[in-house]
């Protein structure tokens, strides 16, 4: 049988969100000059939005893929978002009141602001349109990020080497077969020397998304195609998707190993590590990076391949010259992104400096459907273009 979710993310994702709608029933709803019977139906509906897992594990049958048709759950997930967003600008409303009323308290000529049934007209239409242009970003095919990152270790003749990055699919019931393919296809169209993936390939067990992923088989650079589990594999069974993905995609899986790349008579280490998940579950070989590299040279200039980018630090510790990671979809959203970063060892997306490494963080190619909201965070199909840099 497959592992699933543990308890405790499970109650947090169902639970905690029905805080969400007690603060906008008292400090949204209330308010309004409106009948008890109308507060009474607003004050429901936001319930019902934040009814979401219950929903999709009821009804849908599992937490993180609920198999359900994809209008299901793009609209209950679209509901989520409006109902968080709106949280977040009646919270931003009521923290700038408090402040007013803070100020004014020692400054008597600082104006007394009201807000009334207008204030929260424009909450409820921004939450909701906000929520749609997010929904719209989740869903859609990503555009191609291009990045040149410079390593000091690089071989010479690896200069202008090219390498696809993907991350975060979270092939779905929402994202199927379709999808798999437009990635695909963009990816192959970068004529890229690499392609590696770093996790969260998928959101289903093998006996149900198989056909969804089957396009990613399609994948093909001259170098090869290579990843790592992310902690959804985890969920759905890590043994069941590292054999399907390795025999079926032809896409190999690096669990705590390496390979090495030869290109012109040089070399380039592509190191691969088991993703933090595998601790939650007995049995499971647990991440080593001490044993991925063993056998390679100090001297040896070694991508590495770490789901998440929380210990980038402790790696560059070992020499690693690059990390690419994703599992933090870039934030998905303002406030909500601080969040993410803060339990990502403060990294979010993008190119960062840890220690003598460097730290690439892909915002993912896809979603997962717990959120389905990118908010000014677009998903990206990373095309990293490798430079040797002067040494210090």
Excluded at 85 to 108: E, G, I, N
Excluded at 242 to 250: A, D, P, Q, W
Excluded at 256 to 265: A, D, F, L
Excluded at 314 to 339: D, E, K, W, Y
Aim: hydrophobic share 50%; glycine share 8%; proline share 5%.
């Amino acid at each position: 049988m497959p592992v699933r979710a543990c308890g405790y993310t499970k109650r947090m994702f169902r639970f905690v969100p029905l805080l969400l709608p007690v603060y906008l029933t008292l400090r949204l709803v209330l308010p309004l000059p409106l009948s008890i019977a109308a507060k009474t139906v607003m004050s429901l509906l936001l319930f019902a939005a934040a009814l979401k897992q219950q929903f999709f594990l009821y009804f849908g049958g599992d937490f993180f893929s609920p198999e359900l048709p994809v209008w299901v759950i793009a609209a209950y997930g679209g509901a989520f978002c409006a109902l968080f967003l709106m949280f977040l600008f009646t919270l931003c409303k009521d923290l700038f009141l408090l402040a007013a009323a803070v100020l004014r308290y020692f400054c008597k000529a600082v104006p007394a602001f009201h807000t009334g049934p207008v204030t929260a007209a424009v909450i409820v239409a921004l939450s909701f349109f906000c929520a749609l242009y997010g929904l719209y970003e989740a869903q859609r095919l990503p555009r191609t990020a291009d990045v040149g990152i410079a390593l000091e270790k690089l071989p010479p003749e690896f200069d202008g080497f090219k390498i696809v990055l993907l991350s975060d699919l979270h092939i779905s019931a929402s994202r199927r077969a379709d999808f798999a393919r437009g990635v695909t296809d963009a990816a192959n169209a970068a004529s890229a020397d690499l392609i590696l993936i770093a996790g969260d390939f998928i959101d289903g067990r093998v006996d149900i998304r198989s056909g969804d992923v089957l396009p990613l088989a399609a994948l093909s650079a001259r170098c090869g195609v290579f990843g790592v589990l992310g902690n959804h594999e985890y969920y759905f069974g890590p043994d069941e998707w590292k054999s399907f993905i390795e025999n079926r995609l032809g896409i190999k899986i690096l669990l705590n190993e390496h390979t090495v790349i030869r290109h012109e008579g040089a070399d380039l280490v592509i190191a691969g590590v088991a993703d933090e998940a595998a601790r939650r579950f007995p049995g499971r070989e647990l991440p080593d990076l001490k044993k991925a590299l063993s056998g390679i040279s100090p001297e040896a200039c070694v991508i590495l391949l770490d789901h998440q980018p929380g210990k980038a630090v402790r790696n560059a510790a070992r020499g690693v010259s690059l990390q690419l990671s994703g599992h933090t979809h870039g934030g998905m959203a303002p406030l909500l992104s601080s969040l993410v970063k803060k339990f990502n060892g403060g990294f979010l997306r993008g190119l960062y400096d840890a220690g003598d490494m460097k730290l690439y963080v892909s915002p993912g190619t896809g979603i997962w459907n717990g959120f389905l909201m990118r908010l000014f965070d677009p998903a990206e199909i990373t095309v990293i273009t490798l430079t040797a840099a002067k040494s210090k």
